[in-house]
């Protein structure tokens, strides 16, 4: 895996809110007018679009994303996906990297709402992006500023061309209420709404992999920082995706051996209202919920007699001493009701 790099020019929703066309999270790229120089599904690829010199195939040029072919008649080129989970859709980039003479001029987004299964011929598509110019080689980020949910969107290329990624950020609706009091789950997880609110360094990795699923493939899908030369520790704070009493606590080092923190410790506490910019320096002071505690090489944590008893909370500051590279955060909680 790439290891993605952190674009200084994206806006605030694409670190604030999940990507839900990501097939890690159960997203789908279901149909498509035409995909003949390159399949659908490869527009969703998690790692950032690449560009190989002289790679061909059967169709022409080997090209990372989708592409259609050449449109002679009238209409648009379009593709339907299915998100990841039902969300509030929060912003979009429609990313053309490496299409340069092949790249639509124009593009726009429909979304739906559909109870179960797959769109059909009688599903109602809303405008949630009107059609916007692209250029090539590019990201063009959009925020979107509507409060429905949606499950699927259609993205639609005027007239052909090639699209390197499609990102649909948002925020993932789950009914908190329907879960019981006994139910346990991990609070930290992307795919329900938790997210970084800010870390210190991220110069190898991003901290928003430490909230993805399953464990990490390698190096590159962990958070990383840099080697550290003066005094301190490295820390991020994780926005739980509901308020919980944090029961469990798994620290994952997969794949980093010798650059793995030497000791990790958890900050957590209950806020209400604020901006996420000032939590940064009242993180500081927050309580303890998990001491300081040794970390090894490539393996998974577990602390669960080691936590403090604080209650629910909504947010934690995970810190790693001195530096080094997590590849995975769970929390597992009980959420409030």
Not at 11 to 24: C, K, Q
Not at 36 to 46: G, I, Q, V
Not at 175 to 181: C, E, L, T
Request: hydrophobic share 40%.
């Amino acid at each position: 895996m790439a290891i993605p790099i952190l674009d200084p020019t994206a806006p605030d929703f694409t670190r604030r809110y999940v990507n839900l066309a990501d097939p890690r999270f159960g997203a789908k790229a279901l149909e498509a007018s035409d995909e003949f120089f390159a399949p659908k599904e490869r527009m969703l690829n998690p790692e950032p679009a690449v560009f190989i010199p002289g790679k061909y195939d059967d169709h022409g040029k080997w090209m990372d994303g989708w592409e259609t072919r050449r449109k002679r008649t009238c209409g648009f080129d379009w593709c339907v996906v299915e998100l990841a989970r039902p969300c509030v859709i929060k912003g979009f980039d429609l990313d053309t990297s490496h299409f340069t003479g092949n790249f639509p001029p124009a593009a726009s987004v429909e979304a739906a709402y559909v109870e179960s299964g797959a769109p059909s011929s009688e599903t109602q598509w809303v405008d949630v992006l009107p059609s916007v110019a692209l250029q090539g080689n590019s990201h063009h980020y959009h925020a979107i500023d509507d409060a429905r949910t949606f499950t699927h969107v259609r993205v639609n290329l005027y007239p052909d061309g090639g699209l390197a990624r499609l990102r649909v950020y948002g925020a993932p609706q789950v009914d908190w209420s329907r879960a019981g009091r006994d139910t346990v789950v991990d609070l930290a997880a992307m795919e329900h709404g938790a997210y970084v609110v800010a870390a210190n360094n991220q110069h190898f990795g991003l901290a928003t992999n430490l909230l993805m699923p399953e464990r990490g493939v390698n190096m590159g899908d962990g958070w990383e920082t840099r080697r550290r030369r003066e005094p301190g520790n490295d820390w991020c704070i994780v926005a739980l995706a509901h308020a919980g009493e944090i029961g469990r606590i798994e620290v994952d080092t997969a794949h980093f051996k010798g650059n793995y923190p030497d000791r990790c410790s958890l900050q957590a506490a209950y806020v209400a209202g604020g901006t996420d910019e000032s939590l940064i320096t009242q993180s500081m002071f927050w309580p303890v919920l998990l001491p300081e505690q040794k970390l090894q090489m490539d393996h998974v944590h577990t602390f669960v007699a080691e936590l403090a008893a604080l209650g629910a909370v909504t947010h934690v500051r995970f810190n790693i001493v001195p530096d080094g590279g997590v590849s995975r955060l769970r929390l597992f909680g009980t959420p409030q009701r």
